[in-house]
C-alpha cells in the first residue's frame, strides 16, 4: 500500500541566513493509486458523515497532514 503523505529533507546551506526546516512534506490524492473506481465500494454510513469528509467513499478521503509534526510518525 501507498502513502499519500510524502517526505523530504532539504538541502541547508552552511550559508543560509534562515532557521532550517528539516522535513518538509505535501500529500498526494489517494485517486492516484487507483486505477478505475472498483463497482460497490463501501460508502460512509450517514449523509452528514460522508460530507464531513468531503467524500462519499472512505477511501477517497484525504486528510491534511499536521503541519506541526513534520514528519514525525503518529
Known sequence: ???QF???KPYVSPYDPCKPIRVKSYSTPPQL???FQPPGLPQFQSP???LMHGT???QLYSPYPDPHKRGEKS
Request: proline residues 7%; charged residues 15%; without cysteine.
Open 33 to 35: 493509486y487507483m486505477n
Open 6 to 8: 510524502k517526505y523530504w
Open 56 to 58: 462519499l467513499w472512505p
Open 48 to 50: 452528514k458523515q460522508a
Open 1 to 3: 500500500m501507498h502513502s
